[in-house]
């Protein structure tokens, strides 16, 4: 096996390079019969093309269908290992906050890579290196319990961990339990206030429901934290806004992130004075397209659902249609691509009403 699709050259790959370049190149691995991955194999013969003649930029992609979720589901893992990753244990990690049979997605460095790129982004000032940090999340079977212990870890820190069960939270209010709901938010409040009153913590992952709920309990800048970065639920201005004035006094750096097991992690750009959340991203590896009802691309400053496409070497999947919908945003000079703009539930009518949790 050549080099080119060894883990290592993975890691070692620039992250900013030509993204019709970097398509081709995960399109030649996991649908080459010597490195390729056994799903896209028997896909492109059952479909009878092959994508590593016809895909050449990322306008092809729409040869592609939508991606099924399904398939996620209920695929035996082993379909979705590269010969290239033949023979290499892999971390199995499940999306987060819903019922049923969870999407999974195996890995080996992905998650790595993607939060050393993220850690670039971030203010030694506003996250200082060499500090202890807290998650206040879901872990479990999820990515980001190890993405962020690595980040962490790569920044010179350590992590400390605060469990959530999303899926629990979810059931909980479905059954109009909102008393054991908030119960349960407690107990995991309760956890985290105990570690910032005794341990020295810089930097807190969680949400901004946990964060408020948190800051009732303690001031968070005076027990140290100097920066947080916030996920997993919708971030309008208002919600930003409070946070930042009301529940951080000005006193703490809030940095939205959006991201998930699928994508990875999309930065965010520094907040305007409209407290509007924009994110891009991490092109090349990952893609995002905004499209409206006729799966063409909105214009910028339009609403419409998010579309996915991930290219890795250990993941591909195109054209996946997100549970989220979000304005399409002007690239700007630190990300010369799209963005996404107050990303939010996908408002389905035929889905039946959103239950968003603790997220």
Known sequence: MSTEFSAEAMLAAPFSQDVDEHLREVIKLHFSPETGTPFWLEWAAEAGWDPREEIKTRDDLQKFPHFEDNSLRYT???KWIPRAFAGQPFSIFETGGTTGMP???IGWHDFK???EQFSHALSDEDFPRGTCWLMMGPT?????RLAIEHLANYRGGSCFFVDLDPRYVKKLIKRGEYGEAQMYMEHVVD??????RYREVSALFSTPKLVEALSERTSIPDAGIKGIFCGGTEMNPQTVRFTVEEVLENR??????????LMGLAHSIPLGPDYSVNYYPPQ??????????NDQVVDYGDWGRVELTTLTREFFMPRFLERDEAMRTKP????????VAEVRPYRDASAGPIVEGVY
Request: charge should be neutral; aromatic fraction near 12%; hydrophobic fraction near 35%.
């Open 76 to 78: 035996p893992l082993e």
């Open 140 to 144: 479990g079977p999820r990515r980001l």
């Open 191 to 196: 956890q985290a206030a105990t570690i910032l």
């Open 113 to 115: 890579y993607d939060y």
């Open 284 to 293: 090349p590896r990952a893609l995002l397209r905004v499209l409206d009802d």
């Open 332 to 339: 700007t000079e630190a990300y010369p691509w799209d963005g």
């Open 103 to 105: 999407k999974q997605r």
């Open 252 to 261: 703490c750096t809030f940095l939205p992130v959006y991201g998930n097991t």
